[in-house]
């Protein structure tokens, strides 16, 4: 059973700052493709990012690239999104999933959940 148990979020201002992490249970981090994902009121579920096993095959969002860091760390079973010049329109619940398939970046290639973590930007 995969576990995912997101923390990190928060209220913060425009131009500030928020680290999510993504705590998973076992060795899923070094055995599933791992992504973040965020949900607006209203809208539906988009893709964020996702890190990759190796250096440039990260992949990220058009509106994150150059603001967001996305990271892994398998001994410590934990995805790191680092998330910097946040803009209103980054006010969602961010969820931390993985997958079976290769740097997936639809929410149906994605098997397994967190429960999310709300993050609030503010004007």
């Known amino acids: 059973q995969v576990q995912l148990v997101e923390s990190g979020g928060g209220l913060v201002q425009a131009g500030g700052s928020l680290r999510l992490s993504c705590l998973t249970s076992g060795r899923t981090v070094s055995s599933y493709t791992m992504g973040w994902f965020r949900q607006a009121p209203g809208k539906d579920r988009e893709f964020v990012a996702a890190p990759g096993w190796s250096t440039g095959s990260t992949v990220y969002a058009d509106s994150v690239k150059g603001r967001f860091t996305v990271s892994r760390d398998n001994a410590n079973n934990t995805v790191y999104l680092q998330m910097n010049s946040l803009k209103p329109e980054d006010t969602a619940v961010y969820y931390c999933?993985?997958?079976?398939?290769?740097?997936?970046?639809?929410?149906?290639?994605?098997?397994?959940w967190g429960q999310g973590t709300q993050v609030t930007v503010s004007s």
């Open positions: 999933a993985a997958s079976r398939q290769w740097m997936a970046v639809r929410t149906t290639s994605y098997e397994f």
